[in-house]
């Protein structure tokens, strides 16, 4: 897609401030102890070489970059997305196959993208095994904890969130390229966001208009989109270390007072650190499988066989479907 310049052009011309969709750049922010602004990690080292964004984007100048003036994926993919929540006794149950509910760019990144001068991701979006087992209620731990690489959570469209880092440990939304929902997938060919994603509506029914549920962290804790108890848009200063805080929402269908996260706008967007107890994910490759990029090792290979059996993957097929001419047909 085209970079929006001209809303900056616009507001230049009016003199209006054009810092609506100025971020600040979080890299560099990675702690190993709670702190506010920070994304308490579990990896602490990280190889600045990693495959992921090869160039910078001019989007990006000192310590903010323009959200308005970054290119996405092109492309409108649509996808079977599969996601199914149920309380189970006092678990919660998440089962879903990681296809969203919302199209997707095209993966792998085409040569004539204009995404690609930036972001090279060879990735294609595949069907992935989601079995998420989490406390119906859960509670605070006696310690926050680091969030790990890889699914940290999981949005109600049906895809996995990730922590706000890309593979060198740098603001992923600012440098990693994504399509217009905010999505993109790593090596196994999960599809998954690291902030709140455009396609994600941050629907406002709640308590004096406050965002309503948009996924659930693997600790079994909500997470809700940017609007907090009096509606206002929220900001790392409203909340704690992890990201979040505690007050009355609605909680399965009634109000009640609860520790929750919010979506901001700030690094580190979605989780800092957990503030309760996280669940081990069925499918432990996929979890930590992270950001890495690149064909499977000989070991994934074999698994991701095994896995997805010999068809072709489904991008294909709908491709396919899309260029059988109508006419044609019987
Ligand atoms: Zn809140
Ligand atoms: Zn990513």
Redesign the pocket.
Known sequence: MKKLAAAVAIAAVTGAPSIAHERPLGDGKITSSPRVDYLMSCQQRFNANAPGAHRTGDWISGNTYDTDEKPTVDGSVNWPSRISVSLQGNERVVSSNNLPNHPTGNFPIARNDDAYQYDRNPNRISEQNILLRLPANPQLAANASCVPMGMIGFALSGVAIYNAVDASGRDAPAHEIQDKCGGHPQRSGQYHYHDLSPCLTDTRSGIAG??NLVGYALDGFGI?GLH??NGEV?TNADLDECHG?T?T?MWDGAPREIY?Y?MTNEYPYTLGCYRGTPQRVAGERIANAGERRGPPQAGERHAGREQFGDRPPRQTIFGLFRRQPRQGRP
């Open positions: 406050h965002s809700y907090g108890e929220m805080h007050h929402v929750h919010h």
